[in-house]
């Protein structure tokens, strides 16, 4: 029989200074995609269709106002393409830990959007990807060859024709 352990949380690390991040007391810890993406630091949200939509209105709201409409890059820096300042954003635990803590200067901690709203966010950040899917560190093989760089001069929305639901494990 399965023992009764409950799996270890990873760690999560300010991206500047190192330091632990508190998740404590996180809001949105508590979906599914937040639960398996806290023991994993996979992001279930990526690539499924009806969670992009939320993902992108939040980014709308918090994020282009310095880092472009589509991530083009603005006072912050481009987010749709394979080159980051700090590498580990190359992974989806590095992007949430860069959000939830904040960087260098103007980019602040975001951890008021919580562990789930976070992880739409990201996925959308990783639809707009417009570079080579081969340097997609992010995605999974499958993903990878399922990919199709996103068209940054005409920018398109993905319609939710349901619920955002993660594919069953
Ligand atoms: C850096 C994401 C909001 C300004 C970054 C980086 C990421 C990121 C991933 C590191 C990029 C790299 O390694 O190349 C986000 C997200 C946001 C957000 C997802 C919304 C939730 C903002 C806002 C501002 C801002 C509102 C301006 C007030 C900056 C600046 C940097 C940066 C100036 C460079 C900081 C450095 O190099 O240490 N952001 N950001 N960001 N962001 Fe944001
Ligand atoms: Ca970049």
Not at 16 to 28: F, R, V
Not at 59 to 74: D, N, P, R
Not at 131 to 138: N, V, Y
Request: glycine content about 10%.
């Amino acid at each position: 029989s399965m023992p009764l352990i409950a799996a270890a949380e990873l760690t999560f690390n300010h991206t500047i200074t190192g330091e632990a991040l508190d998740l404590s007391d996180a809001e949105g810890a508590d979906t599914p995609a937040a639960q398996h993406f806290l023991e994993t630091g996979e992001n279930l949200y990526t690539e499924v269709p009806n969670c992009l939509a939320e993902g992108e209105q939040t980014f709308l709201a918090s994020c282009s106002g310095c880092h472009g409409h589509v991530g083009e890059g603005k006072i912050g820096p481009g987010l749709n393409d394979d080159y980051y300042t700090y590498p580990k954003n190359k992974t989806d635990k590095g992007l949430f830990e860069t959000m939830w803590g904040g960087a260098r200067s103007m980019m602040g901690p975001h951890s008021d959007l919580g562990v789930d709203e976070s992880l739409k966010v990201i996925a959308w950040i990783r639809h707009f990807y417009k570079d080579d899917p081969a340097e997609a560190t992010w995605l999974t093989e499958e993903q990878k060859a399922n990919f199709e760089p996103y068209d940054a001069e005409h920018p398109t929305s993905v319609e939710a024709t349901g619920e955002c639901k993660v594919p069953e494990g």
